[in-house]
């Protein structure tokens, strides 16, 4: 089974920025779909960000336009999230999924999932 390994969280005040990596351990994402997720205590998981599987098409949730942005390694073997002007509500557990469907923006779309990551805001 392809396995999803997450890195990149953290701690940082607010206004700062992060980079989430998601690498496909034993193969790569091909043309799959990506999609991240936010999870916070006592709430679902939720769709912040994606790339579809066709036409390298993306899609922000509109909390995080203009300060988030998703892209693929050229080897696709490696998918970022890079998070600018993070603010206290974008804080949780951040997870990347993949599919061979054309999007993964909800967790039930989802076949493979990372391990997830924490990011914390503070002001």
């Known amino acids: 089974q392809l396995q999803l390994v997450q890195s990149g969280g953290g701690l940082v005040q607010f206004g700062e920025s992060l980079r989430l990596s998601c690498v496909a351990s034993?193969?790569?994402?091909?043309?799959?779909?990506v999609g991240w997720f936010r999870q916070v205590p006592g709430k679902d998981r939720e769709a912040i960000a994606g790339i579809s599987s066709i036409d390298d098409k993306y899609w922000y949730e509109d909390s995080v336009k203009g300060r988030f942005t998703t892209s693929r390694d050229n080897a696709k073997t490696e998918v970022y999230l890079q998070m600018n002007d993070l603010k206290p509500e974008d804080a949780g557990s951040y997870y990347c999924?993949?599919?061979?469907?054309?999007?993964?923006?909800?967790?039930?779309?989802?076949?493979?999932w990372g391990q997830g990551t924490e990011v914390t805001v503070y002001s």
């Open positions: 999924a993949e599919n061979h469907s054309a999007w993964v923006l909800t967790p039930q779309a989802a076949r493979d």
């Open positions: 034993g193969g790569n994402l091909g043309n799959y779909a």
